[in-house]
């Protein structure tokens, strides 16, 4: 997961050294090696990972084209979108991304529990795409830069420790001495 920061924290130091143009750059090549990586050590690339990987290289190269930050500025509200659009959508398959992503505590919490957390999810990308764009929006770059770092990330860890809170209700933790008491 710490591997995944890499390109953010790229952006972040270049654009501290630097310039916007820069860190982009910078974390458009970042991007690319954090996913070959991922594809060399794993086999596979996760679908959201290419799809934050398209979206830097295509807003980022659109940012370096026109000599336009707007462009790479909206890239997170772009990625949320499409991820408040992912797991909407799930609700129509046969497991909601919510389950697959607590898929080994899903069976001990109630279906309805996990639609309410993927639907909580879609609100929270929501919310979070508007707060970039108001933030892109009204305010200098390097205002921008540290909320997407700070502001972005620290409403993320926020939001999934409140969820584990919440879940926790459901899930139950056996000790050695549950254990010692099932096999007895």
Do not use: C
Not at 8 to 13: G, L, P, Q, S, T
Request: avoid cysteine.
């Amino acid at each position: 997961m710490l591997i995944d920061l890499l390109p953010v924290v790229a952006f972040v130091v270049a654009f501290m050294m630097y310039d916007i143009m820069v860190a982009t750059a910078v974390v458009m090549v970042a991007t690319v090696l954090v996913t070959l990586w991922g594809w060399w050590r794993h086999g596979t690339v996760q679908k959201m990972h290419l799809i934050s990987m398209g979206l830097i290289l295509v807003l980022g190269g659109a940012t370096l084209y026109f000599a336009d930050e707007r462009f790479v500025k909206a890239k997170p509200s772009v990625l949320y979108i499409v991820m408040a659009l992912a797991f909407f959508g799930s609700r129509w398959t046969e497991k909601t991304l919510t389950e697959r992503m607590y898929k080994a505590i899903a069976d001990d919490i109630p279906r309805a529990v996990l639609g309410r957390i993927n639907s909580s999810w879609v609100v929270f990308f929501l919310l979070l795409s508007g707060l970039n764009a108001a933030v892109a929006m009204n305010y200098d770059t390097a205002t921008w830069v540290k909320f997407k770092l700070f502001g972005l990330m620290g409403l993320t860890l926020i939001f999934v420790l409140a969820q584990a809170v919440y879940l926790a209700r459901w899930t139950r933790v056996e000790t050695d001495r549950d254990e010692e008491q099932n096999e007895s």
